[in-house]
């Protein structure tokens, strides 16, 4: 299972903390979610470049190596929005995602809805809280409900 | 392999015991069987719809995250189709398993015959009794035929 | 547009005609909607045979070398569940379609929801009458909007 | 070529009469423009719901039927990101397009440059106005080059 | 429809001419069906060879160029194999085409049939003459039945 | 490493003594080589039918689970021609390996050259010998030479 | 049909001129051959950068849009390797068209058969001067062999 | 990870040694690297040939069984040009590897940038020492960055 997106919160922690407490077997996977390491990686192993585009450049291929990987190899892909930044990056892998046929979750604010229409669409669920993608898990791997949750997609 | 469709006899069971009495060293994956939980999963995961459209949309988005995978994983694809009920979702994984080119193993009371041609065409074999599709892996895996059936596709 | 299942009511006419009304350019594949002929072709083409599990077996090959073609090419798959029959069938194409990641869209009434609801998932649309189809199609062709309609998924 | 992304600035025109003008024999796809139709469309033809969230997923789904099969035609997909909004189905279409391996050009203002980088990573060809795109367009297909103009990527 | 296999009798125009005198829209394609020319082609442009096993290698090359092309682009393959020779290569385009996919008729007379039975199992139809091949293309594309046969698979 | 074809003569316990005397750490598959049991398998399990055609199609169904699951898992497939029998499921296998993408290895006597020339060349060595397949197999997974060997291609 | 690699001789014209003078019905696609076009397009358009390594990459990246297009959508590839320069793009779109299964033609002096042998190993034709390749066109399309050359592979 | 090209330097121990001591677990495959031995395997093997072009196009085919089954199952391919020799193999295998989506590594002097630029446009990183490709490594697994480095792409 690969966790896309949203690197400023606890969300990916959360869902491995209670999938541990579940007894869930579960491999997860994420891109770096250091910041500076993500952002500065490019520059620092293949040599610092004039313009930040080329910098950036850099990262994101050695970033790629890793994320593509990951995502390619994962049987669930989860994405991540949260409320701040734009996070294109989240939305380019859903998008990366979808067109491989892989099952998708995302996860979101309801404040969200409508700007990401698209990619609920093609998402199989579509969840608000981080203890609802261990309740799919748990459901899925083992068939068991939780107990009801009150929170809506 | 992957055990699709009917949910309300113990076909499942027979074939699992009838593999493991016969010491093959086969893995089993089915949808979730316990039909309550299947119909609520969304809903209680996700949240109360207004409409049962939208609940049983939800469930069946979670349910699709068990069964794609557990069939895109499989070697061989077995469906099974019951005395009653429309069973469409059997069908429905019958052509998604012959799209993918998976081995098919259909399994139905003769009643059923001409309803099913078209699935039937798309099998590697067709069966009557969970029994027959034992000795099909045992044969498969093994080489090994049964002592002859009378039964008859 | 492959118009798959149900052949005993004229909603493909429906489609065909309002297709045309509306000046859309489409190219509508459907599978033979003779009945006696579908059933029939293989015992008469490729030889009469002992057991009409074979005959059926005979017809459903040469059927799906059309079916599967037409399949294959469509852009869109519509499949249609009417009120009878088991149609299993038009729920083997949708997973076949599904499986090849076609756009899919379901027309049947409100009473198959529950029983339809992994097909219904799996499709980008779910409409209730022939009519809506069309509408789907001018707005997918032109970006035209119809008047609006009261019917719902 | 599919022009996917940004609706609310003039680019596609400048590209397609661009285009025009250097007499390039190109079809350009593009998503319904008309943000209130694509908005309501979901709603419109198939029903209204008692969410927004539902009007949005059934408009969402009418959508993909139009945006998936152009996507998946184009030889090209050009993805523009504007000043303005979170534009996260642009962002999506680009991972599309680039998990089925399509040449991917985005177009964006300097200012997006460290969001966008992953996505930029994927493309082929980065740039900053959509008169450039016409430029790639006359050299992908002629051999022409242009004056050489000042705007870098 | 490509029309693969044994090259020593008329089946390919008893085919061509059924479908003209019927009126179907088809384009046949075939490997090149001059003997000599095909055993040469490969000595002859690119060199003659010290030992046979080359000049072989050599047209085995040339032929493929004609002959994968034509199968990856057909709709249908059928493959005729005669009452001599080893015919290993239409057995080989036949297995080729299985693994793509591709809709297979079988053309072959009964006493194949136990020799036979892998290829056969993987068509979508098995015929003894030509003349049914123009019956199932007439129904595949007009729906249209022939008079009743008497021949049997 | 799938072993297809001639089920006649010893060459498969040859290339398997022989990776076991070279170490090679090879997992090798093979079809049902029990003639007897592999001819009589469909209509001992699924019933016997009145003609001979529909036991071989019912045979050839269950051979068919197992040989393309363990041909499209194999990192290499051999499929090795007898001098005797027609032997087309062999050239069919090759055929299928072949568009699947497969390394293929040939196994045939000299004198089929001419008729096997299709099949060779779409393989990336063909041998003489058994032993041949062995050295190979131990080049492939150590970087070791044979002691010169005389036969040839 | 894609003419890929050296850009420094008339073999494109010879090609072209001997598929007119035969009456073949092939469309021609190439590189763009004007090569300080195509070593300053990606700064022409997209800017100059500082260091002549992101220029090259930006150039490589538009150049990209055009040949995989007409390579992935090419029937038969050939690749030209001349006497001079290292021409490793030439050996990449080699590569790259066999990994997708293209029917490959290469055309080098002999002086270049051992450095190419991987390459050579991976078409279906090794020819020396391009009116071979007229000559495997007019076979493959019509089956006629020329008068017989005396050069060799 | 599968590690491609010029084998006259210790390239190859500088990453595996690196990767060890940063107790990174990679599993690392190559091409077989004795030069030697890699010529002469086909002769060897299947018989010597009266030309050479031959003896390499066996040799070729024995080595592409190898080669094309550890290139197709790596996660990550790097391809090293070395100072000298053509290693138009090495841009095979880069071309190769593009094609199929894995993610590239691309290592070579400064002085090859331009004659490479269609290489390294395809790659996900362009190192100039093994150490590098050692520091990406380090960070795709753990999230690591190395102290930095002065040397540029």
Redesign the interface.
């Known amino acids: 299972m690969y966790l896309s997106g949203e690197i400023h919160t606890d969300w990916r922690e959360r869902i491995e903390r209670g999938a541990a407490e579940s007894g869930l077997d579960v491999e997860f996977g994420s891109p ?3 910041h500076a ?2 952002d ?2 490019g520059a ?11 910098n ?11 994320t ?2 990951l995502l390619e190899r994962a ?2 892909v989860v994405v991540r ?1 949260g409320e701040q ?17 892989k ?1 998708l ?1 995302v996860l979101h604010p309801e404040g ?16 608000r809280e981080p203890e ?1 993608v261990v ?2 898990l748990r ?3 083992h ?4 107990a ?6």
Chains 1, 2, 3, 4, 5, 6, 7, 8 share one sequence.
């Open positions: 770096v979610t250091d390491a993500s500065s990686v620092t192993i293949l040599g610092q470049q004039d313009r930040s585009f080329w950036d450049n850099l990262g994101a291929g050695v970033n790629a190596i890793r593509r990987t049987d669930v929005f930044y734009r996070q294109w990056n989240a939305a380019f892998d859903a998008g990366y995602a979808a067109a491989l046929g099952p979750v969200h809805d409508h700007a990401l229409k698209e990619v609920d669409r093609a998402a199989l669920a579509v969840a609802q309740d799919i459901y899925v791997l068939g068991l409900l939780p009801p949750l009150t929170s809506r997609p």
